[in-house]
């Protein structure tokens, strides 16, 4: 978009959209917000929903306790779980001194977006918007080893005000800050730059280099993949450079340290969109209406216990699908309890379908995830392709419950049982024709 110079994109209704069921549709809709939000600890499936946590602005709040205590922050290029702690816990106290004001989407009571007024230090009088999770304080911040919870959120600004994904060039950057410490980048390879953890002052000069295709700076806007390869080349380390990247299939993480949950790292390897959020598990979310009342341990011991990950994966990759193709956000659905129940009925109503059905709209999800492997295909997929992920995604982490443990001796299996479970080719990662033909999906998308 920047390069057709397309600045925005403005949008005007002209009426009310009709409902084919309003009165009906209204009380589904004070049902399910009634589960987002339960006042009843009873209605918890299990566990409180991502929903409650995040209400208000909720990862200001419980950002050191969900996260940090979890090993699950991504700190320094995630070289260090146990520093990711101390980063998250820094910024809950921050946010105590500072005045946080939630900011919700149209028509939301969660309101997981927030608005930060710094009210202290170096940036007094700062206000900073950011959106509901803690993945881009992890993307601009902790995966450079920012200390300062004031400077963490200046950098998230300033990836927001620019347009740029933290996750993806923040995943970049921090490959070349721990190449810089290690000793494999010098001042003189980086312009000048010292890029130390924490330097964030750096990073922002980096960052533009890299937006301008400037010196050290174009040779990291190169690419996840590329980069660390022409870097790795120039320095005689290219072995050393490519254990130290971050990316499934070339593209950056949703960046938190996911070792800890195999479940989740197993759903990006699968996802149809690169390393995206589609099935996730149940390594922390219960889902009984998928027939999933217990959490599963998010790292385990044996290749039959990791295989038990692959349904929860699938079934959640759909009930996602699902969920995205309504245009509803995760955050009302997942663990929400009957959230399929209520979305299929809502859209029912809304359209004027009697018999729609939660197992119809798990199938809704099941056909979208067929179709992007059918795009896969077009793009010349080979199963090969399905394990392009980084050496550092697979490593055992150096602390938390995932220390000395990995799901990559596992991963071939996870993979070819994924396959089994779709119908799909277990040799080249492609659907049956049988399976596309339960779908209903046609020999002209296939």
């Known amino acids: 978009m920047g390069s057709k110079l397309l600045k925005a994109v403005a949008v005007r209704g002209s009426g009310k959209v009709p409902l084919a069921k309003p009165e009906a549709f209204v009380d589904t809709a004070v049902e399910w917000e009634g589960n987002v939000l339960p006042s009843d600890p009873a209605k918890f499936v299990g566990v409180s929903p991502p929903s409650v946590g995040l209400k208000d602005g909720g990862i200001s709040k419980g950002y050191g306790d969900r996260m940090g205590k979890r090993f699950r922050v991504a700190g320094k ?25 939630p900011k919700p989407s149209y028509n939301c009571k969660i309101g997981c977006a927030y608005d930060v007024h710094i009210t202290d230090g170096q940036f007094s009088g700062m206000v900073v918007s950011t959106c509901g999770g803690g993945e881009q304080h992890e993307g601009a911040a902790a995966m450079i080893g920012v200390t300062e919870a004031d400077a963490g959120l200046i950098m998230v600004d300033l990836y927001d005000d620019i347009g740029v994904e933290s996750g993806h060039f923040g995943s970049i950057i921090s490959m070349a800050f721990e190449a810089y410490n290690k000793g494999y980048l ?67 993480i949703n960046i938190h340290d996911w070792r800890p949950s195999w479940g989740a790292i197993f759903g990006f390897v699968v996802a149809g969109t690169g390393p995206s959020h589609q099935g996730r598990g149940v390594d922390w979310v219960l889902e009984p209406q998928l027939g999933y009342s217990n959490v599963m341990p998010g790292v385990v011991d044996t290749q039959e216990e990791a295989l038990r ?56 999800g099941e056909r979208v995830t067929n179709l992007m492997r059918l795009v896969y295909a077009r793009r010349g997929f080979n199963k090969s392709d399905e394990f392009d992920v980084s050496y550092r995604y697979l490593e055992p982490a150096p602390a938390g419950p995932s220390k000395g443990k990995t799901i990559a001796p596992y991963l071939p299996a996870m993979v070819d049982e994924y396959y089994r479970q779709m119908g799909w080719d277990v040799e080249t990662g492609l659907p049956f024709p049988e399976t596309l033909q339960r779908l209903d999906i046609t020999e002209e998308f296939a």
Not at 189 to 210: P, R
Not at 319 to 327: E, M, P, R, T, V
Request: aromatic share 10%; glycine share 12%.
């Open 309 to 364: 990950k692959v349904d929860p994966v699938r079934q959640t990759q759909f009930a996602k699908l699902f969920w995205d193709s309504l245009g509803v956000c995760m955050f009302v659905a997942a663990g929400v309890k009957d959230s399929m129940r209520l979305s299929s009925r809502a859209l029912a109503q809304a359209v004027g379908w009697d018999d729609f059905t939660p197992h119809e709209g798990l199938l809704c």
């Open 77 to 101: 290029n995630m070289t260090d779980p146990e520093w990711g702690h101390g980063f998250a816990t820094r910024y809950v106290e921050a946010c105590e001194r500072w005045r946080v004001v």
């Open 186 to 252: 010098t001042k003189d390879d980086t312009d000048g730059l010292e890029l130390t953890w924490g330097n964030w002052q750096a990073a922002m000069d980096l960052i533009d280099k890299m937006i301008k295709h400037e010196g050290f700076g174009g040779k990291l806007a190169t690419g996840l993949k590329e980069a660390p390869a022409l870097l790795g080349r120039e320095k005689g380390l290219v072995d050393e450079f490519s254990r130290i990247t971050l990316h499934v299939k070339g593209g950056g």
